[in-house]
C-alpha cells in the first residue's frame, strides 16, 4: 500500500543509466570531464555540493569533504540519505 507522506517526498532517482530524476519532474545528466558546469544540490543544513563526472568516475565535492561514486545509483542512495535536493547548475 502506498502511504500519502511517500507521495509527497522528493527522491532523487536513476533513469535508464545515465540520467538522473530529480524527483520534481526535472531530468538531468552529470556534466563530463570536458565541460565547465557541476550539478549543485543543497542538504536541509544549507550545505551545497557539486556533482559532477572527472577522468576516475562521478566526483562530490562539498567544500569540506569529497567523495567518489562508482554509478548513478550510489550518488542518489547517498542524496537521498543525506537529505540533499536540487539547487540547479552552475559553473565549476
Same mark, same amino acid.
Given at each position: 500500500m502506498i502511504?500519502? &507522506?511517500?507521495?509527497?517526498?522528493?527522491?532523487?532517482s536513476v &533513469?535508464?543509466?545515465?540520467?538522473?530524476d +530529480?524527483?520534481? #519532474?526535472?531530468i538531468?545528466? +552529470?556534466? #563530463?570531464?570536458?565541460?565547465?558546469?557541476?550539478?549543485? $544540490?543543497r542538504?536541509?543544513?544549507? #550545505?551545497?555540493?557539486?556533482?559532477?563526472k572527472?577522468?576516475? #568516475?562521478?566526483?562530490?565535492?562539498t567544500? /569540506?569533504y569529497?567523495?567518489?561514486?562508482?554509478?548513478?545509483?550510489?550518488?542518489?542512495?547517498?542524496l537521498?540519505?543525506n537529505? $540533499?535536493?536540487?539547487?540547479?547548475i552552475?559553473? /565549476?
Amino acid at each position: 500500500m502506498i502511504k500519502l &507522506k511517500d507521495l509527497l517526498k522528493e527522491k532523487i532517482s536513476v &533513469k535508464g543509466s545515465k540520467y538522473l530524476d +530529480l524527483g520534481d #519532474g526535472d531530468i538531468t545528466s +552529470l556534466p #563530463g570531464p570536458h565541460e565547465r558546469s557541476a550539478v549543485v $544540490f543543497r542538504d536541509n543544513r544549507g #550545505g551545497d555540493a557539486s556533482v559532477y563526472k572527472d577522468s576516475k #568516475g562521478i566526483y562530490l565535492d562539498t567544500g /569540506r569533504y569529497d567523495k567518489r561514486f562508482k554509478d548513478l545509483k550510489q550518488l542518489a542512495n547517498w542524496l537521498n540519505k543525506n537529505k $540533499f535536493r536540487y539547487v540547479g547548475i552552475d559553473d /565549476r
